[in-house]
């Protein structure tokens, strides 16, 4: 019985620490952004924003509830960090853009790294302003690393560290490959849950998917996405400038110089991750000349979702990790 009693109290005090979620306008009115926050106890000055990936949002990645009060920025907030994570307009909580609501082939492709890298400088002027916050690190994943890079080459002054969690590298031999030059593609949750397994990457036999994902993560994915016009009730509209700067990006192409980021940079990836891999990573390290601190990490046991996978804990105390090292260095 007693046991009991403090197992409840513990998942009391996780779900405590509620995500709450503001709209931010953007410029030309009409249009927001979704910034979802979980607030530490007590005022630190310090927070972290999160940054999504190609695919799916914020509450599908940093902030999935594992079990209540289990995600990372969860984590985060229990360091004493203001963990906040960004919707990209046309994801989650976010606008949908008018050209996402037509013809995929009658717009250009949505939310392109430079439109991103706004939307991105958006929620940090609004952690500044209305949060209080001082100091912000941003940790970004997978297509997010584009814009938040650029974002730090763009606003070298605003930002305390920069993490870049499976970050799309140059790829020999990818210049050939061109990505559709449409506003949106389709998309259904299962498939996306079917790709987050790596089956063809890993082992045979081996799962690295948290159990939560399997059983809830495509249901909620679904739901965090309306459906529009006469879709099919499972078809989601995703944007497609993602598809667009990943293709520029492993041709060695992408919107920013490195050399212009001054911020520390952290590049952190997992072992079966087929979107990078230690020499890669090192040679796109290397071309941050600007950075006072550069940290290289391989987990072992993670795919290219390991925030979503059994080595996350892994994942969230290397980047704490590296964001308390910048912070010392600092001082």
Same mark, same amino acid.
């Given at each position: 019985m007693a046991m009991l009693m403090i197992g409840a109290m513990a998942s009391a005090a996780l779900g405590a620490m509620l995500i709450e979620t503001?709209? /931010?306008?953007?410029?030309? @009115? @009409?249009?927001?952004?979704?910034?979802?926050?979980?607030?530490?106890?007590?005022?630190?000055?310090?927070?972290?924003?999160?940054?999504?990936?190609?695919?799916?949002?914020?509450?599908?990645?940093?902030?999935?509830?594992?079990?209540? @009060?289990?995600?990372? *920025?969860h984590y985060m907030a229990r360091q004493g960090y203001l963990a906040c994570g960004l919707d990209f307009l046309g994801y989650g909580g976010s606008s949908m853009p008018a050209a996402m609501k037509g013809d995929a082939s009658a717009a250009p492709p949505v939310d392109r790294a430079p439109e991103a890298a706004e939307q991105i400088a958006a929620a940090v002027s609004y952690m500044h302003g209305k949060k209080g916050v001082m100091d912000v690190h941003i940790v970004a994943h997978s297509w997010g690393t584009i814009p938040a890079a650029a974002y730090a080459a763009r606003y070298p002054h605003e930002l305390a560290s920069l993490t870049l969690f499976g970050p799309i590298v140059p790829k020999p031999g990818a210049g050939g490959n061109k990505a559709p030059n449409v506003a949106w593609f389709p998309l259904t949750a299962g498939q996306r849950l079917e790709q987050l397994r790596f089956e063809k990457v890993l082992p045979a036999g081996k799962v690295l998917l948290e159990p939560a994902v399997s059983e809830r993560w495509a249901r909620e994915f679904r739901a965090s996405t309306p459906t529009?016009?006469?879709? =099919?009730?499972?078809? *989601?509209? /995703?944007?497609?400038?993602?598809?667009?700067? /990943?293709?520029?990006?492993?041709? @060695?192409?992408?919107?920013?110089? =490195? =050399?212009?980021?001054?911020?520390? %940079?952290? %590049?952190v990836f997992g072992n079966y991750d087929t979107v990078v891999n230690d020499a890669e990573a090192s040679a796109f390290l290397g071309k941050f000349t600007s950075s006072p601190m550069k940290w290289r990490l391989c987990i072992d046991d993670g795919t290219h979702v390991m925030h979503l996978e059994r080595q996350r804990w892994s994942l969230y105390e290397s980047v704490a990790a590296f964001i308390r090292a910048t912070s010392e260095a600092g001082r």
């Amino acid at each position: 019985m007693a046991m009991l009693m403090i197992g409840a109290m513990a998942s009391a005090a996780l779900g405590a620490m509620l995500i709450e979620t503001t709209n /931010i306008p953007l410029p030309g @009115g @009409g249009e927001h952004v979704a910034l979802h926050c979980v607030a530490p106890r007590g005022d630190t000055g310090k927070a972290v924003l999160f940054v999504h990936g190609s695919t799916f949002p914020t509450k599908l990645a940093f902030g999935f509830q594992f079990r209540p @009060g289990d995600s990372w *920025m969860h984590y985060m907030a229990r360091q004493g960090y203001l963990a906040c994570g960004l919707d990209f307009l046309g994801y989650g909580g976010s606008s949908m853009p008018a050209a996402m609501k037509g013809d995929a082939s009658a717009a250009p492709p949505v939310d392109r790294a430079p439109e991103a890298a706004e939307q991105i400088a958006a929620a940090v002027s609004y952690m500044h302003g209305k949060k209080g916050v001082m100091d912000v690190h941003i940790v970004a994943h997978s297509w997010g690393t584009i814009p938040a890079a650029a974002y730090a080459a763009r606003y070298p002054h605003e930002l305390a560290s920069l993490t870049l969690f499976g970050p799309i590298v140059p790829k020999p031999g990818a210049g050939g490959n061109k990505a559709p030059n449409v506003a949106w593609f389709p998309l259904t949750a299962g498939q996306r849950l079917e790709q987050l397994r790596f089956e063809k990457v890993l082992p045979a036999g081996k799962v690295l998917l948290e159990p939560a994902v399997s059983e809830r993560w495509a249901r909620e994915f679904r739901a965090s996405t309306p459906t529009v016009g006469d879709d =099919a009730p499972e078809r *989601m509209r /995703i944007p497609n400038g993602s598809n667009v700067d /990943i293709a520029e990006g492993v041709a @060695g192409t992408y919107p920013y110089a =490195a =050399a212009d980021v001054s911020a520390p %940079v952290f %590049v952190v990836f997992g072992n079966y991750d087929t979107v990078v891999n230690d020499a890669e990573a090192s040679a796109f390290l290397g071309k941050f000349t600007s950075s006072p601190m550069k940290w290289r990490l391989c987990i072992d046991d993670g795919t290219h979702v390991m925030h979503l996978e059994r080595q996350r804990w892994s994942l969230y105390e290397s980047v704490a990790a590296f964001i308390r090292a910048t912070s010392e260095a600092g001082r």
